[in-house]
C-alpha cells in the first residue's frame, strides 16, 4: 500500500521561508510525477506544482512562480516544495499526491493522481 507522508509545515512571518518534504512508502511502481497542491478554508484544492520523476521537469501554478520550487531524490523517494518569499495568501493545507503513470490528464488536475497524503498545515502570518 502506497503512503504519502507530508512534513515541514508550520507558522511563519510573511516573507519568511519554509521547506515541505513528501515520503512516499510502499508500492512496486515508479512514479511518473509527483505533485503539490494545497487548499485553503473554504475553497477547493488547487495546484501548486508538479515534477517529472524520471526527468525532473517542472510545472509550477502562476501564482507561485519564483518563489516555490519543486525537487525530488529519486533514491530516497522524497519530494520537496520550497517556499520562499511566503505570503498570507499561502496559508493552506498542503498535500503532496503521486502519479502512477503517463495519461493525457493534465499534472495540474486533481484528477490526474493516484494517491494523496494527509496534508501538513502552513500558516503565513502578515
Known amino acids: 500500500q502506497v503512503q504519502l507522508l507530508e512534513s515541514g509545515g508550520g507558522l511563519v512571518q510573511a516573507g519568511d521561508s519554509l521547506r515541505l518534504s513528501c515520503a512516499r512508502s510502499?508500492?512496486?511502481?515508479?512514479?511518473?510525477?509527483m505533485g503539490w497542491f494545497r487548499q485553503a478554508p473554504g475553497k477547493e484544492r488547487e495546484f501548486i506544482a508538479a515534477?517529472?520523476?524520471?526527468?525532473?521537469?517542472?510545472l509550477y501554478v502562476d501564482s507561485v512562480k519564483g518563489r516555490f520550487t519543486i525537487s525530488r531524490d529519486a533514491a530516497k523517494n522524497l519530494v520537496y516544495l520550497q517556499m520562499n518569499s511566503l505570503k498570507s495568501e499561502d496559508t493552506a493545507v498542503y498535500y503532496c499526491?503521486?502519479?502512477?503513470?503517463?495519461?493525457?490528464?493534465?499534472?495540474?488536475?486533481?484528477?490526474?493522481?493516484?494517491?494523496w497524503g494527509q496534508g501538513t498545515q502552513v500558516t503565513v502570518s502578515s
Open positions: 499526491a503521486v502519479k502512477r503513470a503517463f495519461t493525457l490528464v493534465s499534472l495540474k488536475s486533481l484528477e490526474a493522481y493516484d494517491y
Open positions: 510502499g508500492g512496486t511502481f515508479s512514479s511518473y510525477a
Open positions: 515534477i517529472t520523476w524520471i526527468s525532473g521537469n517542472t
